[in-house]
């Protein structure tokens, strides 16, 4: 009964209110340039660390500007970056992780191998590392995360394969001749793609806090280019003085991400899709 009542509430409250929320960031981010009432990088002393007032609805920061453009802005580079982060490591998981799953042999041995070797380390650690190796600044952090996240999503893509290509029709497909491709195309990835919607939402959020991170760290988006992770990096000297420097961004990440494992996991609930890695 209580795992009944969960489920209707997952089905009927949570799914609808997060899609709404998801919605407004989204168009928030879309329309920052016609909603953001200053420019995000001009620099104006003259109002540095000012209150809440009409013309700077959250107040200044301390280079005097604007903090909701900057929000607005920010918006852009977390949800943005997030999203071809996702679709590009999905990509490239979706095809190793089916190409490996239904051709067997040593060809799944040796790419599982690697993909064992990189989840075998923290993805924060590894993603410092490439950092450091390819230097600071939002591209690299981009390609990074790619390199390192595509490894998760191979690993589920391939045990899915392995499940599917057990079933009568893919037997059926091969004996009425069809090719290997025809078979992937028409039969394999058509099955796999479904749990693609739960997946997006469970590590949309993963990808926004690993950009901000990184941000927060000097290694992600620059001065004065504005991201969230970066306005709570700059805002951290005047945590005493001024802590909405930090509070605003900070309750922005938290939002989104919240927002998107709520909504992840109630997918998860409703179509019974569920993630079979963990993240550190």
């Known amino acids: 009964m209580i795992t009944s009542i969960r489920r ?29 009432p ?27 500007r604007c903090n909701l453009s900057r929000l607005l802005y920010g918006a852009r580079i977390s949800l943005g970056f997030a999203m071809l982060i996702f679709i590009s490591s999905l990509a490239i998981g979706l095809i190793v992780g089916t190409f490996s799953g239904y051709k067997g042999g040593w060809v799944d041995h040796v790419l599982m191998r690697f993909c064992d070797g990189v989840m075998a380390f923290p993805s924060l650690i590894l993603i410092l590392g490439l950092v450091g190796i390819f230097g600071p600044g939002l591209p690299q952090v981009i390609l990074a995360l790619m390199l390192v996240q ?18 009568n029709f893919i037997s059926a497909a091969k004996i009425s001749g069809s ?5 992937i195309k028409n039969h394999i990835v058509p099955n796999v793609l479904p749990p693609l919607v739960v997946m997006g939402t469970l590590e949309m959020g993963w990808a926004i806090m690993d950009i901000s991170a990184m ?31 930090m509070i605003y961004p900070g309750l922005m990440i938290m939002l989104v991400i919240v927002t998107f494992n709520l909504l992840g996991e109630a997918l998860s609930e409703r179509y019974g899709v569920k993630r079979d890695f963990k993240k550190e």
């Not at 700077?56 to 301390?62: A, E, I, K, S, Y």
């Not at 090719?179 to 078979?183: F, L």
């Not at 504005?226 to 802590?243: D, F, L």
């Open 38 to 64: 200053n420019d995000p990088i001009a620099v104006n002393l003259v109002y540095k660390l000012q209150p809440p007032s009409w013309e700077f609805p959250l107040g200044t920061d301390h280079l005097g």
């Open 179 to 183: 090719s290997q491709w025809k078979i």
């Open 8 to 36: 209707i509430f997952i089905n009927q409250k949570v799914i609808p209110i997060c899609s709404m929320i998801l919605g407004i960031l989204f168009i928030m981010a879309i329309f920052a340039p016609w909603l953001a």
């Open 215 to 245: 941000s927060f760290l000097g290694l992600g988006v620059q001065p004065p280019t504005p991201e969230w992770g970066a306005m709570i990096h700059e805002g951290k000297s005047y945590i005493r003085t001024n802590p909405a420097l």
């Open 150 to 167: 595509w490894v998760y999503y191979a690993r589920m893509f391939r045990g899915m394969v392995l499940s599917l290509k057990e079933q």
